[in-house]
């Protein structure tokens, strides 16, 4: 018998989404490590026109909702193995399901202000 | 039976943990992977800030510089750029044992250092460009 708690969806999907946000993540990084290096040195000026073309904040958008994803699968795996205490545990998916969300608002609304 | 069962050493412990198990190199990779993404997501919750506020306006973007001036601030900067660095790296060594299969234990032992010194090597690298 599988129990899982409702904040789990099936291992396999999982492992799915948490491969597919990684190699986004390592992509957007490496992309915008090189934007970065052509755009130094950065001034608030720079910063805020290579921030604020609609291809940076679309892709961006896109990256923090992955890392948001991707942290909440990888913690999540932590706390399974760690915290044996099932109403605990629950306690802090419910923690970190929070602050995902409201990291991922926050992100966002910063992008879309831009 | 149930004596000598007892009598056996615990090796649970955070002491027996940290000092009396010896964790090869591919067991350390896989450790630190947890904990460098456990403190990536502290440090994503904590830039975020910092990063509005350098979209905001000319102050902001330089309060925002001024913030990473402390020599405790840059060294944990430090310490970011090397979780990111490790993360990838180990994630891609997991992806790859993924998609290989089994792999022996000699390519586990080196891929694993590969990743412990590659990893170290770019933070040495970012900080020498830091500072």
Redesign the interface.
């Known amino acids: 018998v599988i129990r899982a708690s409702a904040l789990h969806f099936t291992h396999r999907l999982q492992w799915l989404w948490q491969r597919l946000s990684a190699a986004y993540i390592a992509i957007y990084s490496v992309a915008m490590l090189v934007l970065l290096g052509l755009a130094m040195p950065l001034t608030h000026e720079s910063w805020r026109d290579l921030m604020g073309s609609l291809l940076i904040r679309a892709t961006s958008a896109l990256f923090f909702l992955s890392v948001a994803l991707h942290a909440f699968i990888g913690v999540q795996d932590i706390l399974v193995d760690y915290v044996g205490g099932e109403r605990l545990r629950l306690g802090l998916q419910l923690v970190l399901l929070g602050a995902v969300l409201y990291f991922t608002g926050h992100a966002i609304s910063i992008l879309w202000r831009l | 039976m149930q004596l000598e069962a007892n009598r056996r050493p615990k090796y649970l412990g955070a002491k027996a943990l940290l000092f009396d198990i010896r964790m090869p190199s591919p067991a350390l990779v896989s450790i630190l992977h ?1 904990i460098s ?2 403190l ?2 502290l440090g ?2 904590l830039l ?1 800030s910092p ?2 506020r ?2 905001q ?2 102050e ?3 309060a925002a510089a001024k913030l990473f001036e402390p020599k405790w601030v840059r060294a944990l900067l430090l310490l970011l750029v090397w979780a ?1 660095v490790h993360h ?1 790296l180990a ?2 060594r997991f ?1 790859t044992i ?1 998609v290989v299969g089994g792999v022996s234990l000699r390519s586990a032992k080196y891929s694993s250092v590969c990743v412990i010194v590659v990893s170290l090597a770019v933070t040495a690298y970012a900080g020498a460009t830091l500072w």
């Open positions: 947890r993404g456990a990536l997501l994503f919750g975020l990063f509005e350098s979209l306006s000319n902001g973007f330089e990111y990838i994630g891609l992806l993924d």
